[in-house]
């Protein structure tokens, strides 16, 4: 079955520095989506993304925050200037159009440690 | 604003059915999903419900009213591979798509 890949699985950087997380959506989906989960906490809406432009993104999604289409197949997500309250898992996830656009698949996440 | 309330933690026993709410307030509503994560793991898909009614899944059903801002999630003949995070999601529309997650319920299943 077609599923939703993320690398890298375990990013550790320094604060300050920028990081991007990869992934690479199932083939035939239109929609994608970042969300980022801090440990222990609920999953939190990033971003989505249709047409080669983001359709709606949430207020965490600030001017820190890049995301970008740069091929046929990945997508990506862009921190500038990280910060230690950045660290989490951040999953990618993918949609077709279906009712709903769902089911969404989702990534098995990277986890991104700031240090 | 958005908000979605559901308990933060059940317990039932193996081969039980337990059933877990969610009431949600949303502008622009579209439709609930339920997300099952193991620890560590990523969110996978159980359910969509975008119109009133129940949507049955195997072991897995899940119910929506949008009337009364509710639905919930029934799990049956719980196995204890069922242990995990059950998130309800919102669908909305406010000039683009967005998911809006609840804070999950976390169930315990025991032998």
């Known amino acids: 079955e077609p599923e939703v890949t993320q690398t890298p699985s375990h990013q550790v950087t320094q604060m300050g520095q920028e990081v991007i997380l990869r992934c690479v959506p199932i083939s035939n989906h239109l929609y994608f989506y970042w969300y980022r989960q801090i440990l222990g906490q609920k999953v939190e809406f990033l971003v989505s993304f249709y047409n080669n432009e983001i359709s709606e993104k949430s207020e965490i999604f600030d001017d820190q925050f890049s995301v970008e289409r740069p091929d046929g197949s990945n997508f990506t997500l862009k921190i500038r200037s990280t910060k230690l309250e950045d660290s989490a898992m951040y999953f990618c996830a993918s949609s077709g159009l279906r009712v709903g656009n769902q089911p969404q698949h989702f990534g098995d996440g990277t986890r991104l440690s700031i240090l | 604003g958005q908000s979605l309330e559901q308990p933060s933690e059940v317990t039932a026993v193996e081969g039980a059915i337990v059933q877990i709410n969610c009431t949600y307030q949303t502008s622009g509503f579209y439709g609930l999903s339920w997300y099952q994560q193991h620890d560590g793991g990523a969110p996978t898909f159980l359910s969509y419900n975008g119109l009133d009614g129940l949507e049955e899944t195997g072991r897995f059903s899940s119910f929506l009213s949008r009337s009364d801002s509710y639905g919930y999630l029934l799990l049956q003949e719980l196995q204890m591979k069922d242990s995990a995070s059950y998130f309800c999601?919102?669908?909305?529309?406010?000039?683009?798509?967005?998911?809006?997650f609840g804070a999950g319920t976390r169930l315990f299943v025991k032998a």
């Open positions: 999601a919102v669908r909305h529309y406010t000039g683009g798509f967005k998911t809006i």
